[in-house]
């Protein structure tokens, strides 16, 4: 069923979203990659994913805090793949600090690029999907949509805006063939979490150990963290034929941490 459809995957060079393109890429989605790299290290993703899965792959490097590019690199992806059936609004940062002290540019970049961007996204890709009467649009969120974490403000207020976002849209293309659903991974060994330990350590007080067994691992039951490749699996069945009435939803794959 996705053989052939094309998939914009952002923040898609590294962790949670290169998993999901290569779980696409192997469903036989044709995908626009996005993200920051290395050059070299780009290319050799894209020419792998290409690879492996006898699809075509470009890649973008458009910085989704800035609404001309996101609507540059839909253009440019309808140009030379021929439409975006899927998007996966998947970039996102961090930031640890507490709220009297969090530096004011680092929040208007966090809900640039984990809130406004999903919004210009699905902006731009509407109005193809509507034409083809198709489409999937799925938002990385976090459990911290759901709930809070102290020292993350700008995160948890940009996740839990995604979650609404998420569900307007939903209700806005329910008879249009379009589902858009979010995914609410709990902690994912990525350089995103690699990035924050030392400043979660240093914001409450702890060894970078600690962080690791206390405040991630410690808050997740089953006390492993979740897969980038499970992450890809939820990500193809939301595009299947099983979800098509799924929309709206929030999908939480966070080992119990919500449960509690
Ligand atoms: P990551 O740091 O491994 O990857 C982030 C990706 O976003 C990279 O490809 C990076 O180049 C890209 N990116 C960052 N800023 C960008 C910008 N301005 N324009 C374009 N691309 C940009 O992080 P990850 O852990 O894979 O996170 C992916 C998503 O999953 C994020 O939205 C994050 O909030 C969410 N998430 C992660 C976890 C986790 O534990 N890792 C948990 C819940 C949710």
């Known amino acids: 069923m996705l053989k052939n459809k094309v998939a914009l995957v952002t923040g898609s060079t590294s962790g949670i979203g290169l998993a999901i393109a290569e779980s696409l890429a192997q469903a036989g989605c044709h995908i626009m990659l996005n993200g920051f790299g290395e050059p070299s290290e780009v290319e050799s993703l894209r020419e792998g994913l290409s690879a492996r899965y006898g699809v075509n792959v470009f890649h973008c490097p458009a910085d989704v805090s800035q609404a001309s590019e996101v609507s540059m690199m839909v253009k440019t992806a309808e140009e030379l793949l021929g439409g975006v059936d899927i998007l ?6 961090q930031h640890v600090a507490p709220v009297e002290s969090f530096p ?12 406004s961007s999903v919004f ?7 109005p193809g999907m509507k034409s083809r009467g198709w489409g999937r649009i799925i938002n990385v969120a976090s459990i911290h949509g759901q709930v809070a974490s102290p020292y993350k ?11 609404g976002l998420t569900k307007t849209v939903a209700l806005e293309t329910a008879k249009s063939g379009i589902t858009c659903n979010a995914i ?29 067994d ?8 089953t006390g492993r963290f979740t897969d980038v490749e499970d992450l890809g699996a939820m990500a193809v069945f ?10 709206g939803s929030v999908q939480v794959m966070d080992g119990g941490y919500t449960a509690q």
């Open 214 to 221: 206390e405040v991630l691992l410690g808050a997740q039951p």
């Open 238 to 247: 939301l595009c299947g034929s099983a979800s098509r009435n799924i929309t």
């Open 104 to 115: 004011a540019e680092r929040w208007d970049s966090i809900i640039a690029v984990n809130l």
């Open 120 to 126: 210009h996204g699905i902006q731009n890709v509407l």
């Open 184 to 212: 609410c991974p709990g902690y994912v060994l990525t350089p995103l979490v690699e990035n924050q330990i030392a400043d979660t350590a240093k914001a409450r007080g702890l060894s970078e150990q600690q962080v690791m």
């Open 153 to 163: 403000s700008a995160y948890v207020a940009a996740k839990h805006g995604v979650i």
């Open 88 to 93: 996966v609004n998947n970039a996102g940062i």
